[in-house]
């Protein structure tokens, strides 16, 4: 009865030691925060003690029961912008695209629903959104026509655990936005799974039937892009100076008239194909040779220069200008 009532007594001591040491150890390992790198959900988590003692000079070693624990599912999902700068259009633009990359940052397999917000508040105006749309083949550039276009509930990107996809959200520009403004589109991603408070649980929903629970993120990301309208435009100003016969400034026929015509393109971007045109007045002639631009003299003809005399006017091609830039035009008419 002594050896024995020693027996059970070391037993019981070790085993008390052991068991909730061991216990606690893998509640700690259950309990901590799901980080994306973390034990993926699902996982069995199983542990035996053992005790071990000396009785009547033999050593005996007792295994506890074994438990286990499944490790549950997190459900986590970030959403970051990842063009560099705010994506530039012109007034009325369609398909200006705004990049973000969708992660899930769980420890299990997610499905998201996606959608775009335009109606913020704060910006100067309201982009139209008109398609999300996935980076299927995962090259990082929106590819029309081969990228999957996103339909809510029938190609809900489904995410392993730590891994990422490229949504583009394509919206057109109101025509009526002037240069300069900016218009915020911003883009959501909610777990299917479902979404709370951080902590709700949806019993049996997790990967390998363990319960999901609602990470910090409480399943839905969220972050912000911008449009920027970028609208050149351009002042143009024309002048005349007189030279009459006799050295005045008076208009009278044998006077001859000098053109100044001078395009200055502002706001940001740039004109295309600026082109000018300018007829000869009547009752006046064209003095020949007299065009100009820049100072530097163009001929009349026409030919791989950038002026000619066509028709009854002059014509003047002054090609792609960006914001800033200025060409000066001159030409001469003598009054008839």
């Not at 994306?36 to 003692?53: F, L, P, R």
Request: net charge negative; glycine share 14%.
């Amino acid at each position: 009865m002594t050896n024995a009532g020693t027996r059970w007594s070391i037993l019981n001591v070790r085993l008390g030691d052991v068991i909730p040491l061991a216990i606690a150890s893998a509640t700690i390992a259950f309990s901590a925060p799901a980080l994306a790198t973390g034990t993926g959900a699902g996982t069995m988590i199983s542990n035996i003690a053992t005790a071990t003692y000396t009785s009547g000079g033999k050593a005996v070693t007792v295994a506890s029961n074994k438990v286990d624990l499944k490790v549950d599912e997190v459900l986590n999902v970030t959403v970051a912008y990842a063009d560099p700068g705010d994506v530039a259009g012109l007034p009325g633009a369609t398909n200006q695209v705004l990049t973000f990359n969708l992660t899930n940052t769980g420890n299990g397999t997610e499905a998201f629903t996606l959608a775009p917000i335009n109606a913020i508040g704060g910006d100067a105006f309201d982009p139209a959104t008109t398609s999300l749309v996935l980076d299927t083949n995962h090259n990082g550039v929106y590819d029309a026509g081969v990228d999957a276009v996103y339909a809510a509930g029938t190609n809900d990107p489904n995410l392993a655990a730590d891994t990422s996809i490229k949504v583009f959200v394509l919206s057109t520009l109101p025509g009526t936005a002037t240069d300069g403004q900016r218009g915020q589109t911003d883009l959501t991603a909610t777990a299917v799974t479902g979404t709370g408070v951080p902590g709700t649980v949806f019993v049996g929903k997790g990967d390998g039937g363990s319960d999901a629970v609602v990470g910090t993120t409480t399943g839905i990301g969220r972050d912000k892009g911008f449009y920027i309208v970028t609208a050149a435009t351009m002042s143009f100003v024309k002048s005349a100076t007189v030279v009459d016969p006799f050295g005045g400034v008076k208009s009278i026929p044998g006077s001859t008239i000098t053109y100044t015509l001078v395009a200055t393109v502002t706001g940001t971007g740039s004109l295309v194909n600026l082109a000018v045109g300018d007829p000869i007045p009547a009752t006046t002639t064209y003095v020949p040779g007299s065009l100009t631009l820049q100072g530097a003299a163009l001929t009349d003809g026409a030919d791989a220069d950038a002026g000619e005399i066509s028709g009854s006017g002059i014509v003047a091609r002054l090609g792609d200008l960006a914001s800033g830039q200025t060409r000066t035009i001159t030409f001469k008419t003598k009054i008839n």
